[in-house]
């Protein structure tokens, strides 16, 4: 069949969104496993998801370092070994690091798991953060972090943090260089055996799990792994009450200012969240944005600039970040705080509503290539309490939207005066 170029493609609208639903495994350890089968890729991603655990009297700098540090050697394997023998089954073994949560990662090959399943298990049972790795820990660190802090874009990023949650809860800490030195490897031993364990564990499998591979799993990280008496959850520290301020930093020498702006706002959990986050792409989420046409494209101040609705476990966030030519920091602020008042004001034409609409719908249609892609959107929403269903009622909202109906949810939770607004460069 030729195929026809001269007439475009029908368009079809997307009525609904269907999700893979997990395989459920409960343990008597306490571990909890959701397992995504497909035999469709010769690949299996295996998730080792752990809750943060904190109190209020130690460094939240224990919690990233733990993670960084989880391969860097066991009782019986030095932190070389541990990566020769990863890469000599072709398989990734990465941590990551959250606010809420860190995980360790692993990617193989189905035929390899078994192999490599039994290094993971090593690190989780028997990790010891050799003092010789630390040291190396905390000096890389702070070299990194000496070069960042010369970076107008990070240190604005560290303002706007501390300015949103405060110097008293994790999610608003930056650390000085100085912060690496009260690192210690007891403290790390200590978190290590309160937080990896199996009933802070969340076992996420996904790809080409055959049963064997599931009774491997089971004897490995079930019949062979034990809790700690150390466990506990963490502490819940209240957030502060936010101030809208105005911080600038000068630096005589910048070539460009970085401008971050923003403030508290609801998490996925609220049922309003969908709505916010189709005024956010409306605003300044997407490349065809009213921010990026206003101020990259015809004012030409900057490359790029966005916004995003951030979903935390305690609450979510609202920010807007970019970088600009110095000279033209405070006629951005000035374009800035124009396109709020007509995005609070002013009802929108129903034609960037469609648009917004269908590119938010074509967007999560198009995330969902494969099986590992219907793990993420499960697990973007398990920490929450919440499930699948969600997705039902996101795409029922978005779908529902009106021009009305996106000033109604502008005018309620997008306020120019509550924004924090940081500048680091020059306000010209």
Known sequence: MILNRVEAPQKHAIESIDLIEPQVFDYDNGLKMFLFQTEEVDLVKVEFIFDNVFNALQSPLLNPCLSGMLKEGTLTRMSAQIAEEIDFYGAYLIPEYGYDQMSLNLYSLPKYLPKVLHIVQDILKNA??????????????????????????????????????GDEHYYGYTPDVESYDSLTRESLLELYK?????????????????????????????ADWRNSQLYSKDSLFLLADVEPQNIVEERTDALQSAIRLGMPMINRTHDDFPAVQFVNT???????????????????????????????????????????????????????????????????????????????????????????????????????????????????????????????????????????????????
């Open 194 to 222: 309160k937080e990896i364990q199996p009933k802070n564990c969340t076992l996420i499998v996904s790809g080409n799990v055959s049963a064997d591979l599931i009774t491997q799993i089971e004897e490995l990280f079930v």
């Open 282 to 428: 409306l605003f300044g989420g997407y490349f065809g944005s009213r921010l990026m046409r206003n101020i990259r494209e015809e004012k030409g101040y900057t490359y790029s600039i966005g916004s995003a609705v951030a979903s935390l476990k305690y609450t979510g966030f609202f920010t807007i970040a970019s970088e600009v030519a110095a000279e033209s920091t405070a006629l951005t602020m000035l374009e800035i705080e124009k396109e709020f008042d007509i995005l609070c004001s002013i009802v929108p034409d129903e034609a960037e509503v469609e648009l917004v609409r269908n590119y938010i719908l074509g967007s999560m249609m198009g995330s969902l290539e494969s099986i590992f892609s219907h793990a993420d959107k499960f697990k973007a929403v398990y920490f929450y309490g919440m499930t699948n269903d969600y997705y039902k009622q996101y795409n029922t909202v978005i779908r529902s939207m009106t021009a009305e109906k996106v000033l109604q949810i502008a005018q309620k939770y997008f306020n120019f005066n509550q924004l924090v607004q940081i500048v680091v460069g020059k306000m010209n």
């Open 128 to 165: 010891i953060f050799p003092e010789e790795e630390l040291e190396t820990f905390k000096r890389n660190n702070k070299q990194k972090l000496q070069v960042s802090l010369q970076k107008n874009d990070f240190v604005a990023r560290r303002l706007f943090y501390k300015s949103l949650f």
